[in-house]
């Protein structure tokens, strides 16, 4: 009835509407062109930038933001106080801002802006430049920005940087200015404080100049190689070294930032990836690294290998692992890692940061809101890529131990929480790592492993090169289930509240076991109920949640299942019937997968040969 009376005006507001839907997740674009000189005598460095900024957002913005990330590193900024007003405080930091002399603090100095050639006015506030604008940017429309900076790399304190601690000369990240992200929750202009970045997605073109014995490292792809030497030319020819600075230039399409180092005493290896990308490594080749980086390289391409056929192909053709920084930091198309220490140390950070291209760099999810989803997806597949090729019994049983410590310790916050502003580092680091590593454990437990890889590689291909947002997962995660999970995203990152279930009771009547599980923790969960009789065989007793709306499929197909009403979530226990006698059960356990982050799991395992009373009726 109502498709008869249709009217072609109504026809037009249902066109409407739908892409205001579409609209809602619009995405900014940026345009970069940079020419830098680096003095590598004074660590001061003078550029230029052309931005070419898309609007395509419905908002008219009267107002731009940049991040200046290099004025952190003076005393008395915000990540300084914070550093030093935290009880404890990352100890790369500590309190050496504070003591930064003149020639040692970083910043960055805007010399002159233009946009669309006008003068634009502009004031700084610590890491942040707010520009208003001289002409407002109305929806879908671009503009281009023309800026003038000086800047002074700082020594090396956090991730940026000179003089690194094993002897890198520069690690260049954080280091121009930089665009904040707008989206349809507004403007991301952070202070930098410590951690965690989001960027806009675009292209960069970027020329360094610097003296001609550093070698340069980065994100892109080296445009110019026949000019430059260092066994980057094309084989068969010779190129006449320079004395005057070397003009390197890269180009890179389609990332969130750009980042590069640059040393004088650099090796270069390249390996490839049986169907990409090419790897390049950058290192100080020494009695501390020539094996231990032969050896890492191996391990690049299994860990390649195996996120591309887990969790989506990796979107370049290029990657870079990189002597540098004072860590392990992501970037697009590199990373910087520190180069010395085992081979075990440096392959778990090469892991980690090489599958951050996939959970930041191609799924660039808000890291500085949602750390959980960057720090702690890589964590969770990093961990999976690394068991491929080094074997171990339970790859995530690590993140469960420290989350279990966090809670024991009543330093545990809720995971939704900015990056920035956690009251320890402790509760930082546990939180977005290995809760957000738990999350999609615990999730593959929730909806069947087999959804939950589905889900994974889903999720990548719907949402690589955009910003996906908690929300956008799980909904991936309900269509490839068919499963209501919203709950669950709410109860773990948005609270505190814990897992916790046992058996309760285990009663003999007429024949007949009535086993009673209890949930004793806060959030509800599905559960699974392992049942071993004394003749060896198993049955898997599942109860649903009823806030799922459905059951998950059968894992383990050789042990049958019974699926049983699901649980509502308010009551507190919950009552299983099964027509066999209490004696023929060896032992009844909650979760033997142990993918449930149970708090307490000794009340999960009932053991027959430990009873002599308790299941009697009396
Ligand atoms: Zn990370």
Redesign the pocket.
Known sequence: MIKKNLSPLLLTLFIVSGSYAQDYRWQQRVEYTMDVQLNVASHQMSGTQKLVYYNNSPDTLGKVYYHLNFNAFQPGSMMDVRSRALPDPDRRVADRISKLTDSEIGYQHVKSLLQDGKAVSYNVTGTILEVTLAKPMLPKTKTVFEMKFESQVPIQIRRSGRDNKEGIAYSMTQWYPKLAEYDFQGWHAYQYVAREFQGVWGDFDVTISIDPSFMIAGTGKLQNPDKIGFGYEKPGTTVVKSTSDLQWHFVAKNVIDFAWTADPDYTHDRVLVPNGPELHFFYQKNEKTAETWKKMEDYAVKTFQYLNEHFGKYPFDTYSIIQGGDG???YPMCTLIMGEGSLNGLTGVMA??V??SWF?MALASNEALYPWM??GF??FASSEAEASFLPQENPHARNYASYFALVASGLQEPASQAADHFNTTKAYGTIA?SMGSIFLNQLSYVIGKENFEKGMIRYYNTWKMRHPEPNDFIRVMEKVSGLQLHWYLRYWIGTTKRIDYGINSVIEREGSTYITLERVGEMPMPIDLLITYNDGSKEMYYVSMNELFGNKPQEDKTIPRIENTPWPWVNPTYTLKMLKPVSSIATLEIDPSQRMADINRKNNKWVMADKTTEYKEN
């Open positions: 392990g930091m992501e980690h940061e599958t951050h930041q960057d720090e890589t964590d790592y």
